[in-house]
């Protein structure tokens, strides 16, 4: 079955700081790829995602791009912010109207 | 426009008790899905509805239970609590015309079983 890895947390970092988010997948097909965040006391929220191999998703100086050799989406942002703290989540989608969740990995920006 | 709303965002309820959560998808949206988030499980899937049609069911045993009305409404019901019932259930509502779409998630429902 489809499946989602990403890298444990809690990640703390100072403001401006690169942060890296690891998640890796395992699929029967050519699932979609998709980066949700969950700021504290709100639902989830997308923040990118990517439809094929090769395709980059961007938004808010976040990117991903999709892995398929490597069946990859790492998450990426050059200079994090304080606001920036939250719960973020790798997710597949092959198609069958329904997310498969990884673990959701807590990032905590320090000012 | 208004996002997805559910109703109630707390409730506590005793095992055994029965409870139903409701869903308001955006407007013009007429897939719903149901997840529930543990700290323990994550993000798991419940059930998707369509046109008040079921498409895809997660791996939960039957007292887990969904519909959806003609207006894209939705409710799930959860019958004979247990503790581990304890969750935090969001509905998620999209155009639901493509698979793999982008999911709208309301703040959700949580739910203590004592």
């Known amino acids: 079955g489809n499946s989602v890895t990403q890298m444990e947390g809690p990640v703390t970092l100072s403001e401006e700081a690169f942060l890296t988010i690891n998640c890796t997948y395992t699929a029967t097909g050519y699932p979609s790829l998709f980066w949700y965040v969950q700021y504290p006391g709100e639902g989830l929220q997308l923040l990118l995602k990517a439809t094929k191999a090769d395709d980059k998703g961007s938004n808010k100086g976040f990117e991903a791009t999709y892995r398929k050799e490597t069946t990859s989406f790492h998450l990426e942002k050059g200079s994090v912010q304080v606001s920036d703290s939250a719960v973020y989540f790798c997710?597949?989608?092959?198609?069958?109207?329904?997310?498969?969740f990884g673990a959701g990995t807590t990032v905590t920006v320090r000012a | 426009k208004a996002g997805v709303t559910q109703t109630p965002r707390y409730l506590i309820k005793t095992r055994g008790q029965q409870v139903t959560l409701s869903c308001s998808p955006i407007?013009?949206?007429?897939?719903v899905s149901w997840y529930q988030q543990t700290p323990g499980q994550g993000l798991q899937f419940l059930f998707e509805?369509?046109?008040?049609?079921?498409?895809n069911k997660g791996n939960f045993p039957g007292r887990f239970s969904g519909r959806q009305f003609s207006n894209s409404r939705s409710e799930m019901n959860v019958s004979t609590l247990e503790l581990g019932d304890s969750a935090l259930y969001l509905c998620a509502s999209s155009l639901g015309q493509a698979p793999g779409g982008e999911l709208f998630f309301g703040e959700g429902s949580r739910l203590t079983v004592l």
């Open positions: 407007s013009g949206h007429r897939s």
């Open positions: 509805y369509f046109s008040e049609t079921q498409r």
């Open positions: 997710a597949l989608s092959e198609g069958d109207y329904k997310l498969s």
